[in-house]
């Protein structure tokens, strides 16, 4: 079965700093990964997906995050964080390509300080 | 706009109320999934429904009863729900089949309030 652990519930970064949100994943298979973004009482959005093309994957408003099978961890990382990156962050993971079997991670709550 | 676009954004109900949440998808997928959220707690995945058949259904109580009657619309009829029911309810669209990799896109969701 798969499985997802972020491993920090709640991160604070200062604005312009570096931001790291951990992820660790447990699949039998290739598995799929994803980092969903959450905004207060808004929907999830997509950052950003691994596609098995590049370890080093490339999303929206700055952030990446790349895939180490040896240490099974798909971490989000951005150079530098700004006011608006505050929000809940979660990991996916999913052994086929589809939504229907997608797993989420517990979620790490960002806050950047000013 | 995500594409997928969920009535209402709030809804406060009786415990012995029913009531309906609806999601509609705009983005031509052929799947669509309810989610609950509730804090402090990872998403839940209650219903998949995949060309209009259900095919996932996580030992949700029968209390809450979904409705797909075409690939754009998705329903989630409540009836006699508890305060634990209490949540962020989300609704979701993908593809199901075919290649490449097709993430998920989610609406706003509903803040549902049982009382």
């Known amino acids: 079965a798969q499985s997802v652990t972020q491993l920090d519930s709640h991160v604070s970064v200062s604005e312009g700093t570096p931001v790291l949100l951990r992820c660790n994943y447990s699949?039998?298979?290739?598995?799929?990964l994803f980092w969903y973004v959450q905004h207060p009482n808004k929907g999830l959005q997509l950052l950003l997906k691994?596609?098995?093309?590049?370890?080093l994957v490339k999303g929206i408003n700055g952030f990446e995050a790349e895939f180490k099978k040896s240490e099974t961890s798909f971490h989000l990382t951005k150079p530098s964080a700004h006011m608006s990156d505050a929000a809940e962050y979660f990991c996916?993971?999913?052994?086929?390509?589809?939504?229907?079997?997608?797993?989420f991670g517990p979620g790490t709550r960002l806050s950047v300080l000013p | 706009e995500t594409g997928v676009t969920q009535t209402p954004r709030h809804l406060v109900m009786g415990m012995t109320n029913k009531k309906s949440l609806k999601c509609e998808q705009h983005?031509?997928?052929?799947?669509m999934y309810w989610y609950k959220q509730s804090a402090k707690k990872p998403l839940e995945l209650m219903f998949v429904?995949?060309?209009?058949?259900?095919?996932e259904n996580n030992s949700v109580p029968s209390r809450f009863s979904p409705e797909c009657p075409n690939s754009s619309h998705l329903f989630l009829h409540l009836h006699t729900l508890q305060p634990e029911d209490s949540a962020l309810y989300l609704c979701?669209?993908?593809?199901?089949f075919g290649t490449g990799f097709a993430e998920a896109f989610f609406g706003q969701g509903t803040r549902l309030t049982v009382v």
């Open positions: 996916v993971v999913s052994e086929d390509n589809y939504g229907q079997n997608f797993v």
């Open positions: 691994y596609t098995s093309a590049a370890t």
């Open positions: 699949s039998s298979y290739s598995p799929s």
């Open positions: 429904y995949s060309l209009e058949e259900r095919v």
């Open positions: 983005l031509g997928h052929n799947a």
């Open positions: 979701a669209s993908s593809w199901s």
